[in-house]
């Protein structure tokens, strides 16, 4: 499985970006979805997941009421909506895949990753 993270980029505070994470390679249909993010010097951080059996989703505190994640089975894609975002959403972003998965908050819950988005948030 190949997982392709995009459209980060250089946004002014209170701006809105949507990631996208293309998928290859799999049954998409089939993988539970997440976003993580590793802030400059910081670990990598847990920010949004969606199940794949449910379609339920599941967000940090830090970005609840202003990141939406989605997916979209036909385009193998998983989408991250950021509005309102903040100087401290700056960070590489990331993509992950756990076919049937269940647990998806921990980085170790995931088996594939995509090469990461940088999102630079300017206040």
């Known amino acids: 499985v190949q997982l392709q993270a995009s459209g980060g980029g250089l946004v002014q505070a209170g701006g809105s970006l949507r990631l996208s994470c293309a998928a290859s390679?799999?049954?998409?249909?089939?993988?539970?979805m997440g976003w993580f993010r590793q802030p400059p010097g910081k670990e990598r951080e847990f920010v949004a997941a969606i199940s794949w059996s449910t379609g339920s989703t599941y967000y940090a505190d830090s970005v609840k009421g202003r990141f939406t994640m989605s997916r979209d089975n036909a385009k193998n894609t998983a989408y991250l909506q950021m509005n309102s975002l903040k100087p401290e959403d700056t960070a590489v972003y990331y993509c992950?895949?756990?076919?049937?998965?269940?647990?998806?908050?921990?980085?170790?819950?995931?088996?594939?990753w995509g090469q990461g988005t940088l999102v630079t948030v300017s206040s």
């Open positions: 390679g799999g049954t998409f249909s089939r993988y539970s």
């Open positions: 992950a895949a756990k076919p049937y998965g269940s647990y998806l908050l921990s980085p170790d819950d995931y088996d594939y």
